[in-house]
């Protein structure tokens, strides 16, 4: 199996789970409890959030644990928007994750507030000077994602903060599929707030963080007995933040060698597939992209039909975000872009690891130029 679904899930590392069992054993303890047992628990949750603020520069106690990407997403967006008086307007881009288009959302119906979408480009970049067209006086929020889902496309955050504080906003990035590429340096990227997800860089699904600055009030989504310093209510789950914070420290060691090679995988993928396929098309920003997202569109196929033959080929992808997987409409972010939806039925994303090796991409590569001229050889009949 060449599996090339990362951006999906990836698999717990084997170091990863050593160092979350004590806690699933022994180590047992809650971390609230009085006692011996609690305080050990304690400890290695304390430990465990001083690992991830190394990674992201900032102070444990901005690091909030939670049970992935989208409660992280969820909390910022809600929690933030609801504890800022300055306003009740946000700002999104059309090309965000489901988690934050539906708190979105939720904060325009049940609590008024207004939603603007800044434009993105074709490569779907936010261009600084589109969110400066569509920024108010009255923005609470911005959320712009660090690095798309389904396209890869990398935003210039830094730029994109400077303009919400300008304003007077806070911003929020979701650099949930970022982790382990990018750099994720909380003042380097000028934002407030940032969601991740520890089953991105090789921890159990389940765990993940946001991290808020300490200065930022944040209105908790999940109430109960004041965990997290009031932020995210509930019980810690003690192995979950052991195992993330694990998996981040370790994706961020290896990033600096894993990146580039990976982005050499990824650009040898693209150009084999593109030589070879007629018609295939990549999406995204062809510079500013993740290194191992390489999506294509294929007219006069069905992207899911080209999935179901790489599968028989042993080659593992997708056609976009696996939390719209089932979804009869075409992706969002692709008809962002300007794809027609018809054409972005035809879209397959294949999403590298630091582990996969240039014989994999050869060979899937041959295995796309197959199932392409057979998905289309049944279309056309």
Request: net charge negative.
């Amino acid at each position: 199996m060449i599996f090339l679904d990362h951006a999906a899930t990836t698999p717990a590392r084997q170091e990863v789970l050593e160092a979350m069992w004590p806690y699933l054993s022994g180590a047992f303890g809650n971390p609230s409890s009085r006692h011996g047992l609690g305080d050990v628990a304690a400890r290695a949750l304390a430990a465990a959030r001083a690992d991830v603020a190394a990674v992201i520069g900032c102070r444990p106690g901005d690091v909030v644990f939670t049970s992935g990407g989208t409660e992280a997403d969820n909390l910022a967006v809600k929690g933030l928007a609801l504890a800022n008086p300055r306003g009740r307007h946000l700002v999104i881009s059309p090309i965000e994750h489901e988690a934050v288009l539906e708190s979105a959302s939720y904060l325009a119906r049940v609590h008024g507030f207004e939603v603007s979408e800044v434009d993105v480009d074709e490569g779907g970049v936010v261009r600084p000077e589109a969110l400066a067209r569509v920024i108010r006086a009255d923005t609470a929020l911005v959320s712009i994602q660090l690095a798309n889902n389904e396209i890869g496309t990398v935003q210039p955050i830094a730029e994109l903060a400077a303009i919400a504080h300008a304003a007077g906003a806070l911003m929020h990035t979701d650099a949930v599929q970022a982790a382990g590429w990018l750099p994720l340096s909380l003042d380097d990227l000028g934002v407030d707030a940032l969601s991740l997800a520890g089953h991105k860089v090789g921890a159990p699904k389940g765990t993940g963080a946001l991290i808020v600055r300490g200065r930022v009030p944040l209105e908790p989504v999940l109430h109960g007995g004041g965990q997290e310093r009031g932020r995210r209510s509930g019980t810690e789950n003690v192995a979950g933040a052991v195992a993330f914070a694990t998996a981040l420290r370790l994706a961020e060691e290896e990033r600096a060698d894993a990146a580039p090679r990976v982005a050499a995988l990824g650009a040898a993928l693209a150009a084999a597939v593109t030589s070879s396929v007629p018609g295939a098309r990549l999406t995204g920003d062809p510079m500013h992209r993740l290194p191992g997202t390489v999506s294509f569109v294929f007219p006069g196929t069905s992207g899911e039909a080209v999935l179901l033959e790489l599968e028989r080929d042993g080659v593992i992808c997708s056609s976009g975000s696996a939390c719209a997987a089932g979804s009869d409409e075409p992706s969002h972010v692709l008809t962002a872009i300007g794809i027609p939806g018809e054409l972005a039925q035809t879209a397959v994303r294949f999403t590298l690891g630091a582990e996969t090796t240039e014989i994999e991409i050869a060979d899937a590569a041959t295995s796309v130029t197959r199932a392409v001229s057979a998905v289309r050889g049944i279309v056309t009949t």
